[in-house]
């Protein structure tokens, strides 16, 4: 990581394990990659926060204390808290990165309240209808990666708003994920152009007119086995679908990890390879491990917002950290102008045939 210092704004009463676990993954983050590497503006009572901090002098030395007097929970509806916020926690550290005093916010706390009150305080970036929740998940063999989205922000989605997102998640998975040219697809039913709803068919032969105008691999549609299998770079869906493909993955991978700890222990043959094993059994626990993913940022505002899992512990909040870091080192929204303004005319082709089918 670049010693280039970066500050990160910190929602720090939000989560499960708020905010002994914040504290911790900050200050392995500042072991790890240096006390250079990231200020931390930390929002929360300041009570609790100074004492804790007493625990953490590497932390105590590398951030503020700014004092929030309210909490949002993780029951709490959006509808009930998004007129009177302004003292949270959460919203304060928003705010913070609104007003330049950060460049990008992290917390665990609530999903629907941290990405409601994101949308309202940085807005969607010029030339994108609505910003969606993205992140990478295990695919393929070895150290591959998928970039999903949406996974949650949007239950339904125009054809406008799918190829908005294969926007953002191509230029998502070329600078966070190192892949030139990405292979992008949308989630369907079935791979055949006659598979899924009307609103997917169009976009897709839309698409397929234009393939060779795109600056990403548009491959079609793809299915939910092509995800793990390596077989998509981007793939591109609604929230309600993205979500339930996001928790079905990370079961799935909860399901692997208990098969193999309840084996191993069957018999003395089992234990003795599992010796011999070690070490590809470390590799699998790091690909499928959650904390691993380090969060999901909501894409498509004018500033990072970061939500990390509810029940982070401090591996997660380290991994989050360095996450929101390296965000915040790339010029993600330059290359999303670039890209916007050169596909308007693909763009607008998309939203005539959607309006004239309507």
Not at 91 to 114: C, P, Q
Not at 128 to 149: C, H, K
């Amino acid at each position: 990581m670049s010693q280039e210092k970066r500050v990160i704004s910190v929602d720090a009463m939000g989560g499960d394990h708020a905010p002994g676990a914040v504290l911790g993954g900050m200050n392995q983050f500042l072991y790890q990659y240096g006390e250079d590497s990231a200020f931390f503006r930390v929002f929360g009572n300041e009570k609790i926060l100074r004492s804790l901090l007493k625990k953490f002098p590497r932390v105590a030395r590398n951030c503020e204390i700014i004092n929030a007097n309210e909490v949002i929970s993780g029951t709490d509806k959006v509808r009930d808290v998004i007129r009177h916020a302004q003292d949270t926690s959460m919203y304060m550290a928003i705010k913070d990165v609104r007003e330049g005093n950060s460049s990008a916010v992290v917390s665990a706390g609530n999903t629907g309240v941290l990405m409601a009150l994101s949308k309202l305080a940085l807005k969607t970036i010029d030339g994108i209808s609505r910003p969606a929740i993205t992140t990478m998940l295990p695919s393929g063999n070895g150290d591959s990666r998928v970039v999903g989205l949406d996974l949650g922000a949007n239950v339904r989605c125009d054809e406008e708003t799918l190829f908005d997102f294969s926007i953002l998640g191509s230029v998502y998975a070329e600078i966070m994920g190192g892949m030139k040219r990405p292979r992008v697809g949308i989630l369907n039913i079935g791979e055949e152009e006659t598979k899924g709803s009307e609103r997917l068919q169009r976009l897709n032969k839309v698409l397929m007119e234009h393939v060779d105008e795109l600056p990403y691999e548009y491959i079609g549609f793809v299915e939910g086995n092509d995800v793990t299998a390596g077989n998509v770079q981007v793939v591109v869906t609604d929230g309600f679908t993205g979500n339930v493909m996001l928790k079905t993955v990370e079961g799935t991978a909860k399901m692997i990890s208990r098969i193999v700890k309840a084996n191993y222990k069957r018999s003395i043959l089992a234990i003795l390879g599992t010796f011999f094993l070690i070490h590809l059994f470390k590799r699998l626990k790091n690909k499928i491990d959650p904390r691993s993913y380090a969060g999901a940022v909501f894409l498509g505002l004018n500033g990072f917002s970061i939500k990390t899992h509810g029940n982070s512990d401090a591996l997660a909040w380290t991994h989050a950290l360095e996450y929101a870091t390296n965000l915040s080192k790339s010029d993600f929204y330059g290359k999303i102008r670039e890209r916007t303004n050169a596909l308007a005319k693909i763009k607008q082709e998309i939203r005539d045939v959607s309006s004239v089918s309507e």
